[in-house]
């Protein structure tokens, strides 16, 4: 049972804006970037964009923001343990001493651009990997164990044996912190060194990911490093990144690439950094800001994000020609990682954009039948038929004589509601008499947006045959302003009504009146290319991954 | 003559987007806040976001960005004199110090609400004198200038006069600034004091808009002014900057608002700052939010140029507090400024949601006739008459038999297309014969959009009496897929449409198909409350400034 006022949020559109500002809320919390959650938000979960849901988010993280300063205020005394660690910037980078010229524009562009290759890389991996996870996982839960304890196993042997191929350093002797140190933490880790030694790559691995990055983000650390270690730790990061991912295992993207990618700017910086006045500490911010634009592909979010990370507004120009170029380049090999992961499972998610074939097509070459309508009243029996021989949601609802002169397009009626009308079994007896007021016998609550797995399943609603003889007046039930086209409208143009509206049905209607007053209904699964490329086996795939039709009209063809 | 390339850009959607991403080039610019200009120019100037124009506008910002920092490098020699001065953050608060505990709350709440509340009376007099300034330019240029030359004298007499009446202060003894200065900058101006004294008054107003800013964000000098100085100076300001908009100069709105807000800040510290362990420095800050977010009521931008602005992370949960109360209590009573200036212009400016009214109408209820369509072959004469009648910028293209069964709808063609058609006089003799390849004849650049204030007019084309009996055939340059929408459609959800879209003609198609293929066509016109009273009158205003309709449906009324 919900509580009462937590009804008003039980429809599509408020739960899609709740997952949008839960995202927020989340980005801001654990990031304590409270601007950059609400970017994050709007530039990756949701598909479409409105005002009011920008002022939603704000609201989230604003209070994100203020409850986390509080209790950063209220743990500092180390009244919480563990947790109250840390201010409210995780990674300050704070320096006046960041200056850049011209001649650092050279190695920060390369850095920006194998940045875009490395991470369009990663997500061919990840993709990869995630098919084969995929494979193994469908043989069951067994299965499914024995990958995630496989794969912690060898990260585990990789995290501890690696360490062993590192040389041993002598501690610098101007630092403040313990060194070597055996503590939980440290930036000097003694591993199977001498008294005065320590082990970099042990360093690196046995922390806190927090504390690496924050260790490779430091400034002034030039020397603390071996080439060869960043190497090794860069490669383990990036590959352990991309096989710790989709396990039955908590596990991330952000912050492994994050990691990664301040590994990739500190070996960036040791390859070429001499040629650049830039400490390797902000190569490192860098090649976090690189990697996660060529894996994300968001510029203003992760820009915000990396701001709010290091608090270096100093550093900021650099940071957004980084993104832009790593955007660019991986943008030529593929897409980003969220559309991917969507894809993978198998959520027909749209493009933000028309493909350039779609504009060749029109709506009626991609619509499919047969077409189940319903009348303005109809026969509870033909309903029930309907409902469980098609998956169809949405179904149209048309008026014929003598209800009305010709048959008419009365509005759109969902799956949904009409399982609440079959199991409230509020019938009428004959086909010709309406309920006008048939709505009053229900409550607002009973169209209720079930929680996901609660869904009404039409099996689950026994009718007497007397019952299926009735009739069951759909009028008052049904939403009178479905968004339409016309058959001939072009493709293109009707997905970007589909996303910028957020829709999920959209009628389609006849270009010639002689017709019946609706054709077809699209629905997501309509524009997916592998759906109109069973459809169009004229269409072919050109080697760069787009669909293209050049100058061919493919509806004069066909 | 346009260079060739830039001939891509030569139409509605490119121009707009270009236009915004123009906007985010000069936030970029004018406050060095690359971020800020991207989503200023998303949330304010935008009405509808896509995410390409979101990659466009960053794009823009970070090349602003980079040649920005390149120049203030290369100027910081000292080779483009004033030009040169001040780093990439313009009020650089960064601070240790910045603490903040529970007991700020009350304090920075207050400021929020009473910065709403100033911010939206800022939104009521500008509204109020931007009218009267616009009744007495109507009268002539003279009158124009002579406006501007009173409010000069009068603001330069304001500006002059004012710090007469405040008391002189002795210099601090532990600044490093000259104390007092004479020369054009400086903080502690002498005026008229004595030697080792200072005017408070004229401290702040002799100063650039942007030295004063930074004057009174500077942490550590609670005891520069007088209460009575910063009293002044915020009601001077606030007034000055009210007055000033709207004339023949050139003013702005956020600088005027960030400068008053500054001294509102002040004021709040001076009265209810003993409450707090807040340096007055930071109030100044977050009275700048606070009357920024009363005013123009944006949340994520605002946070972002305040951001970079003083380049003070820490006090971002401070800042998204007062500018989520100030925006919450300012709407309470009026709309932004930007609306509010948009309107005033005149351009019908479609709200971002519906108004609640709007569920109750249908489309067909806003829609006025007559409506003029065109055959896909038509008569010269009838279009040029047609041109010449109506005001309209876009027209349906009906099919008539015979060349199809019934009256087909075959698009929608533009005022400024067939302009060009009739311009280029490439006519057929008859109505029945079709001349398939008549796009040929006409290159891209023809129909590109010209740069406003040099539309074609119908007017201006001559044609002899034969040529007005000939026809022209509008099928190749007609729009194939125009949205559209059924009579019945509710206008709330038209109106989402409209706006989510981006459209300038949306066609509405009959319900019973009985009747013409197009029974009207919508603008954005039909949308605005002016046009929609007039055509009910039973509809009324509240108090609230929401035209509400409660239950009553007023479509079974009419």
């Not at 008003?8 to 839960?22: I, S």
């Not at 910037?89 to 390369?110: E, S």
Request: net charge positive; hydrophobic share 45%; proline share 4%.
């Amino acid at each position: 049972m919900t509580c009462k006022w937590l009804r008003y949020f039980k429809n599509d559109r408020d739960r899609r804006d709740l997952v949008t500002c839960g995202s927020a809320a989340g980005i801001a919390a654990a990031f304590r970037a409270p601007v950059g959650g609400v970017l994050f938000a709007l530039e990756t979960v949701s598909s479409w964009w409105r005002s009011a849901l920008l002022w939603r988010a704000f609201f989230t993280t604003a209070m994100v923001a203020v409850v986390l300063r509080a209790l950063i205020d209220f743990c500092k005394s180390g009244k919480c343990g563990l947790f109250g660690k840390g201010g409210l910037i995780m990674f300050d980078v704070t320096a006046d001493y960041v200056t850049y010229h011209l001649v650092d524009l050279p190695p920060v562009i390369t850095l920006g651009v194998f940045g875009g290759i490395l991470g369009s890389l990663y997500n061919f991996f990840l993709d990869k990997v995630l098919r084969l996870y995929n494979l193994i996982s469908e043989k069951g839960k067994t299965y499914k164990f024995l990958l995630a304890a496989t794969v912690t196993v060898c990260t585990s042997c990789c995290l501890f044996g690696l360490p062993w191929i590192a040389s041993c350093k002598p501690c610098p002797t101007d630092t403040e912190e313990a060194c070597p140190s055996i503590g939980r933490s440290g930036n000097f880790k003694k591993f199977q060194c001498g008294m005065n030694e320590y082990n970099d790559l042990a360093s690196l691995f046995f922390n806190t990911n927090d504390d690496t990055i924050r260790n490779l983000y430091s400034a002034g650390t030039d020397d603390e490093f071996h080439m060869s270690s960043i190497l090794v730790f860069f490669a383990a990061s990036y590959f352990l990144g991309i096989f710790s991912y989709g396990l039955a295992l908590p596990s991330g993207l952000f912050v492994p690439v994050l990691l990664t990618g301040a590994a990739y700017g500190r070996l960036v910086a040791m390859l070429i950094g001499s040629q650049s006045t830039l400490d390797h500490g902000l190569f490192a911010v860098l090649g976090s800001a690189a990697l996660l634009g060529g894996s994300m592909r968001m510029t203003v979010s992760v820009c915000v994000v990396i701001l709010e990370l290091t608090n270096n507004l100093l550093m900021l120009p650099l940071v957004m020609l980084v993104l832009l170029i790593s955007k660019v380049v991986a943008d030529a090999f593929n897409t980003n990682v969220y559309d991917l992961l969507v894809r993978l499972k198998g959520f027909p998610h749209l493009e933000g954009y028309a493909e350039p074939y779609m504009r060749q097509l029109s709506v009626s070459d991609v619509v499919t039948g047969p077409l189940q309508t319903f009348s303005g009243i109809e026969k509870v029996g033909h309903i029930v038929h309907v409902l469980k021989t098609t998956g169809h949601n949405g179904f149209p609802v048309v008026d014929e004589p003598p209800f009305s002169d010709s048959p008419t397009l009365y509005g759109l009626i969902l799956r949904d509601h009409l399982l609440v009308l079959l199991r409230k079994k509020d019938f009428i007896r004959s086909c010709t008499s309406s309920t006008l007021n048939a709505s009053k016998h229900f409550t607002h609550d009973e169209f209720a947006k079930r929680g996901s797995g609660k869904q009404d399943r039409i099996e689950d609603i026994e009718l007497s045959s007397e019952e299926l003889e009735m009739f069951v007046d759909l009028h008052p039930f049904t939403n009178k302003s479905p968004y339409t086209v016309l058959e001939t409208m072009s493709l293109a143009k009707a997905l970007i009504l589909f996303r910028e509206v957020g829709l999920r049905h959209l009628l389609v209607l006849p270009k010639s009146s002689k017709r019946a007053p609706v054709v077809g209904i699209l629905t997501r699964h309509d524009f997916m290319p592998e759906h109109i490329l069973g459809l169009h086996p004229f269409l072919f795939k050109s080697r760069w991954k787009k669909v293209r039709l050049g100058k061919l009209n493919v509806t004069s063809i066909l």
